[in-house]
């Protein structure tokens, strides 16, 4: 299974169906047939499934780092990324819909609940994997920072789109998914303006050192020319 790369894939935006551990790899050719998907494989699976499904519709992709296969499979499309792709999708379910709480909003919801329910785990904010002041890095953060600006992702609040349930667990109230809010150290609120809520599955994102490592793992893909 190629769990890993399809995490990296969803992290450039690309809607990635990932077949979990116990789904037989023929599960993979009825995607393929009914949502029009390319198969992605690697090892023996590819011999049996590349005969079963129209050509080129099913792709070898050399065993490695996740990192390494999503580039490989990049170059085979010959895909560049816009800025408005990086993190677009939810790595945990495919999800593409968020909602926006800004940090004023986050610091309420910390205080509203238990403290045995806050993550006091120590915040890493090491910044010597990145040059500071990488140009190519901060150019694609503007280019990003700017397209998201326009973007229709609601801002909600407590009371306008997010409440507490009796148990701790912070709700979206448009679809009575619980947000992952267990997960954030409290030290981040003193770093993030804003955190990206997946509406589907409740996963909490922010922008963080893990966007100027991202961003350096894939430059070679990323086009700041291009605005969707």
């Not at 009825?30 to 998907?37: A, D, G, L, M, T």
């Not at 490989?72 to 792709?85: G, I, L, Y």
């Not at 667990?169 to 009575?176: A, F, I, K, P």
């Amino acid at each position: 299974m190629l769990q890993g790369l399809g995490r990296q894939l969803r992290s450039c935006g690309v809607d990635v169906l990932i077949l979990t551990n116990n789904k037989h790899h023929y599960d993979a050719i009825k995607f393929c047939q009914q949502e029009n998907r390319v198969i992605l494989t690697s090892g023996a699976p590819f011999n049996t499934l590349r005969g079963m499904v129209p050509e080129g519709m099913c792709v070898h992709v050399s065993p490695g780092k996740a990192r390494d296969q999503a580039l490989e499979v990049f170059d085979h499309f010959n895909v560049q990324v816009a800025p408005s792709d990086i993190f677009s999708r939810c790595q945990m379910c495919n999800g593409n819909d968020y909602v926006l709480v800004e940090k004023d909003k986050m610091a309420e919801i910390f205080a509203s609940l238990p403290d045995h329910l806050l993550n006091r785990s120590a915040l890493k904010l090491d910044s010597s994997e990145v040059p500071e002041g990488d140009t190519s890095i901060d150019e694609l953060r503007m280019a990003r920072s700017s397209i998201l600006s326009n973007t229709s992702y609601p801002l909600v609040g407590l009371h306008d789109g997010l409440s507490i349930r009796n148990e701790g667990d912070v709700m979206l109230t448009h679809t009575g998914v619980c947000l992952s809010i267990r997960s954030i150290p409290v030290g981040v609120l003193e770093h993030v303006e804003v955190f990206y809520c997946c509406s589907q599955c409740g996963k909490v994102y922010w922008e963080g050192k893990h966007f100027e490592r991202f961003v350096k793992t894939f430059h070679g893909v990323f086009d700041t020319t291009l605005s969707t």
